[in-house]
Nanobody
Framework: VQLQASGGGLVQSGGSLRLSCTIS????????MGWYRQAPGKQRELVAF???????NYTDSVKGRFAISEDGAQKTVYLQMNSLKPEDTAVYYC?????????????WGQGTLVTVSS
């Protein structure tokens, strides 16, 4: 199983980007999909996640600016990022969690760099 993330890039403050992440193979058992980010010198933090039943959750710093969604089949997860700020600069990682016969498995994308210039 591999996750392929895309959509990062360089954008000016106030701009927008849309990240995508697609899982290869089956999406059976996927229960939650999320985006994390890691800025230079900082720990990786959870940005947003969406559950199989479409419940969403956001870290406070992105509420009202970012929106997470998925394609309805738990194959692709998106992160629409609006009103970007320099402090949003980080490598963004997607994560899919699978629950299968009582065990849970985490899959990670390779990371996509988002740079917001002031």
């Amino acid at each position: 199983v591999q996750l392929q993330a895309s959509g990062g890039g360089l954008v000016q403050s106030g701009g927008s980007l849309r990240l995508s992440c697609t899982i290869s193979g089956s999406s059976m058992g996927i229960i939650v999909m999320g985006w994390y980010r890691q800025a230079p010198g900082k720990q990786r933090e959870l940005v947003a996640f969406i559950t199989r039943d479409s419940s969403t959750n956001y870290t406070d710093s992105v509420k009202g600016r970012f929106a997470i969604s998925e394609d309805g089949a738990q194959k692709t997860v998106y992160l629409q990022m609006n009103s970007l700020k320099p402090e949003d600069t980080a490598v963004y990682y997607c994560n899919f969690r699978r629950r299968w016969f009582g065990a849970e498995y985490d899959y990670w994308g390779q990371g996509t760099l988002v740079t917001v210039s002031s």
